[in-house]
């Protein structure tokens, strides 16, 4: 089948330049545009799903063992709006609304969703189900998709206050990889941030001592107790304190 597909004009009738070719092409396109050409299946499901205003039915892959065997499914109904970019890491994301049909059978109530086109194991459209949304949640989910980003959809926004040492501004600076922008700054070392929680601890935890969470309290305490759990794991049995020996 490629021999027959071979242009002898630029590949001099040669399966290995024609392959080298199609790899080098490949290889030159963005990383969305390269997860679009890998998910084609996927994505064509979803477009014609939107295209008629179907519903979804999938489930996600979620973390698996070193074998490959996944850990646990969870499952879906989808009512779709579109697929979009996350600008910063270049992911393909499904967004809409959605409830999830827990273990027992019962079907969660609708929110809404993003999931990475990378993490859905299964889809397929629902002839029968209508996905049609109405102007108020498509203008609701495109604000929140404004505002937040396609990764950070489902999260609530927070008011978080950040210091900074002068080594953990320069990694503000330095690292965009799902940077939340700052609204404005107390001091020099101290700024204010509207974001998602899961933002927050996503892009900061690895800032270590160069970024300490002041605000709010129920946040501060999420970094102390992953900072301990991670340090409790360097401590021999004696060191550890009795609550978490």
Do not use: W
Not at 15 to 37: C, Q, S, V
């Amino acid at each position: 089948i490629l021999e027959e597909s071979i242009d002898d004009k630029f590949y001099e009738g040669s399966l290995g330049l024609y392959l080298k070719g199609i790899f080098e092409e490949y290889a030159r396109k963005p990383y969305d545009e390269r997860e679009k050409i890998f998910f084609k299946q996927t994505l064509n499901i979803i477009r014609l799903s939107i295209a008629q205003k179907k519903r979804l039915k999938l489930s996600l892959k979620e973390k698996g063992y070193a074998d490959g065997s996944i850990r646990m499914e969870r499952k879906f109904y989808v009512s779709p709006h579109s697929v979009v970019v996350d600008k910063t890491s270049k992911f393909n994301y499904l967004v809409g609304f959605a409830q999830e049909i827990l273990p027992n059978g019962e079907i969660a109530e609708e929110r809404m969703v993003s999931f990475r086109i990378a993490r859905i194991n299964q889809i397929r459209m629902m002839s029968s189900k209508s996905g049609r949304l109405t102007l108020i949640k498509q203008r609701t989910l495109e604000q929140e998709l404004a505002s937040k980003g396609p990764q950070f959809l489902s999260g609530d926004i927070i008011e978080a206050v950040v210091r900074f040492t002068e080594k953990g501004i320069e990694n503000y600076q330095r690292q965009i990889n799902m940077r939340p922008q700052y609204t404005r700054k107390i001091d020099d070392y101290t700024y204010v941030f509207h974001c998602p929680e899961v933002q927050m601890i996503y892009y900061f935890f690895k800032f270590g001592r160069d970024a300490t969470i002041l605000a709010p309290e129920s946040l501060r305490e999420k970094f102390r107790q992953r900072y301990q759990s991670a340090l409790n794991n360097y401590l021999d049995e004696k060191q550890k304190p009795e609550s978490i020996a």
